[in-house]
């Protein structure tokens, strides 16, 4: 399945040590994804859909997912 790269509004915490904990996803209007868990912070390329960034290792509704920090910028991997 191809996919393509979506830019996506995040609402952020701030850490006291200035680590970014993301709380919920903004997919699109009227689907926002609460963030259950992070469970892994890395630097990474993103094969599939290009850039390089922080990755986010995310649990969401159960599921396993990445959410990539870009630049200043979130992203998610978007089925096409």
């Known amino acids: 399945m191809e996919r393509r790269k979506k830019y996506v509004p ?3 915490r701030f850490e006291a ?7 919920v996803i903004e997919f699109d209007e009227g689907h926002r994804y609460p963030v259950d ?9 993103c ?5 390089v960034g922080d990755r986010y ?3 969401i509704q159960g599921q396993e997912s990445y959410l990539w920090f ?6 998610v991997e978007e089925k096409a």
């Open 47 to 51: 094969e599939r859909v290009g850039g």
């Open 37 to 45: 868990r992070v469970l892994d912070v890395r630097r990474a390329a």
């Open 57 to 59: 290792t995310c649990r």
């Open 17 to 23: 040590e200035g680590r970014l904990r993301p709380l």
């Open 70 to 75: 870009e630049k200043g910028r979130w992203f």
């Open 10 to 12: 995040v609402i952020v």
